[in-house]
């Protein structure tokens, strides 16, 4: 039976990291390609308004329309790209783009986000980085979809020898014995800490919210 889990752990993993590749290829496509593609035809169309003799007002506001139509495509594919693939975690580190994470959350969703770190080291390796913040994006989604609460509270905090991902919510809560509700995204969070011999704990009770605590050890190269 143990060989059987960590045989079936394994290919769950290998499932994530291959996810997260083609995650990356498609945001990079979405991003070099199809906005490429989106700003020539929003180029052409600007072209086409001019061509349009100023006493044909219907005309130039028909296709002034279609522009602004195709500009809020391609704030919609951006962010979708982001999504997928967030290039601030490469450029600006974990803390910078979890606090990122929560402003944008808390913007687009009826819930306040609050977002705390503290000695949160600067070189942290891809792989670590890539999972807090995928751990943290399922924890704020299911936060939202299940608990009903206005306010979710995240940190993040830095030892000598780990880095510790907790995201509280004041919420429904839940009874962790009989309720399974987190299905796919629980399995998920939890093989994409064991890859980088990480712990995920929950506590959470019916109408005293929910608490995720991931904690990964960081190793001294």
């Known amino acids: 039976m143990r060989a059987a889990d960590e045989a079936l752990s394994t290919v769950t993993q290998r499932l994530i990291a291959a996810q997260d590749d083609e995650r990356a290829r498609l945001a990079r496509e979405l991003h070099d390609d199809v906005t490429q593609q989106l700003a020539l035809l929003n180029m052409r169309l600007d072209g086409l308004a001019r061509a349009v003799p100023a006493s044909v007002t219907d005309g130039r506001q028909r296709i ?64 670590i980085v890539l ?39 004041f919420g429904a809560g839940f009874d962790l014995e009989t309720n399974h509700r987190w299905g796919l995204g629980l399995t998920n969070m939890n093989e994409r800490l064991k890859a980088v011999d990480g712990h995920l704990a929950i506590r959470s009770q019916p109408q005293h919210g929910t608490s995720i605590r991931a904690r990964v050890p960081l190793r001294q190269e």
Do not use: M, W
Not at 111 to 124: C, M, Q, R
Not at 132 to 161: F, M
């Open 131 to 169: 999972c807090l913040y995928r751990v943290l994006q399922e924890s704020l989604q299911n936060a939202i979809k299940h608990s009903g609460t206005p306010k979710v509270a995240v940190s993040l905090r830095g030892a000598a020898d780990h880095i510790e991902l907790t995201v509280d919510d």
């Open 64 to 127: 002034n329309e279609a522009r602004e139509d195709v500009l809020k495509l391609v704030q919609d594919i951006h962010a979708l790209s982001h999504r997928l693939h967030p290039p601030r975690l490469e450029y600006l580190g974990i803390a910078p783009a979890a606090a990122a994470l929560c402003r944008e959350i808390s913007s687009q969703q009826s819930v306040e986000v609050s977002f705390a770190a503290e000695s949160v080291p600067e070189s942290v390796s891809k792989r």
